[in-house]
């Protein structure tokens, strides 16, 4: 039998473990439980990766989170922690005044004095001394102004990679460098990315960036036009969910030539929650009242069905796409896409 040996301290448990370098439990336990920058979505210190396919949006999304931040208004309809935001936009300069013109006519809101931060060239973050700069340049804007930063957004991650994304080695020196700054400064750091040729193995390049960022945002086309899908692939101390993002495109000024300039900007309609399966994938997220119509029109079909130019010539009788952008053909491709319609074998198509 084994001999239990006699203590030789007089201390607690606990307070031996800290006298050798180990962090106690009543130590852990009268810790604050950590607050979320965005409730729900984003955590107030930790990495998070939103990716999508090119052209999504990604970068209207992420425009949106840090001018929302700065001001202290909700973001997709969650209440957000105020603080300064440091935006890192190495891609898209040139459509960067549009954008932000857009946002504030949409809200109604002066940002020529919000607490934004840019940086407009790529640096290498994967170098610690580029990193020990950025992390110094920060804390001295957080001293002179007495603004604490709470978001800092690095659009793109190629851009500021220096080195193959497919690369475990560079990769997890790149997420590294996200955690210590995240770390260092009590911030949430958002790296937007692109998604991969096959989308449910999440963002492109190295399993490194789905296995070491805190938070993975998945960005999808919705039902419609101008409907995106925003998806907690993974979520850590809160459940994943699947929000609903709609853009409208706003006039933001003249050009040169004096023709009007347009911009997309996230609508005050967004962060309606989407059905979604075990698996977290989006099932068939609501659609509107074209996508409605072009639904009906196969119902009334009856269980025969119809071929597809028969059903997009009865969806157009039917008045769907009339003065609108999306057409009939477009819509009887997404209810087909989205699992609304069942393909036979000899083509003709069927409601479900």
């Not at 907690?232 to 004096?258: F, H, P, R, W, Y």
């Not at 130019?309 to 057409?327: L, N, Q």
């Amino acid at each position: 039998m084994q001999n239990t040996p006699s203590p030789v301290s007089t201390r607690s448990f606990s307070e031996d473990a800290k006298s050798v370098g180990f962090t106690s439990l009543p130590d852990v336990l009268e810790r604050d439980f950590p607050l979320h920058l965005v409730r729900g979505l984003l955590p107030q210190v930790g990495t998070t990766c939103l990716f999508g396919a090119p052209g999504t949006g990604k970068s209207f999304i992420a425009l949106d989170m840090v001018l929302s931040v700065a001001a202290g208004l909700d973001v997709l309809g969650r209440k957000s922690l105020q603080g300064a935001t440091v935006y890192l936009t190495t891609e898209g300069r040139t459509g960067l005044k549009a954008r932000a013109i857009a946002w504030s006519l949409a809200r109604a809101l002066d940002i020529s004095n919000l607490p934004i931060a840019l940086a407009e060239e790529p640096m290498n973050l994967r170098d610690p001394q580029v990193v020990a700069t950025l992390i110094d340049r920060v804390r001295r804007l957080e001293i002179n102004s007495g603004v604490p930063c709470r978001f800092i957004c690095v659009d793109t991650l190629s851009q500021c990679l220096f080195g193959d994304e497919n690369r475990q080695e560079d990769m997890a020196e790149f997420t590294g460098a996200m955690t210590r700054i995240a770390n260092t400064l009590g911030a949430q750091v958002c790296v937007v990315h692109h998604s991969g040729k096959d989308k449910t193995k999440g963002a492109r390049g190295s399993s490194v960036i789905n296995g070491n960022f805190d938070t993975l945002l998945a960005l999808d086309e919705g039902d419609c036009e101008g409907q995106l899908v925003l998806r907690t692939g993974k979520q850590k101390n809160d459940a994943k969910s699947s929000v609903c993002i709609m853009l409208e495109k706003v006039e933001c000024g003249m050009d040169g030539d004096d023709e009007p300039v347009y911009s997309l900007v996230v609508s005050d309609e967004s962060g309606a929650l989407v059905e979604a399966h075990n698996d977290n994938q989006p099932s068939r997220p609501s659609l509107t009242e074209y996508g409605k119509m072009t639904l009906k029109v196969l119902r009334e079909a009856g269980p025969d069905g119809l071929e597809l130019d028969e059903w997009r010539r009865r969806a157009r009788a039917a008045g769907v796409g009339s003065g609108r952008d999306a057409t009939a053909n477009e819509w009887t491709d997404k209810l087909v896409e989205r699992g609304f319609v069942e393909v036979r074998p000899d083509g003709t198509l069927v409601a479900r």
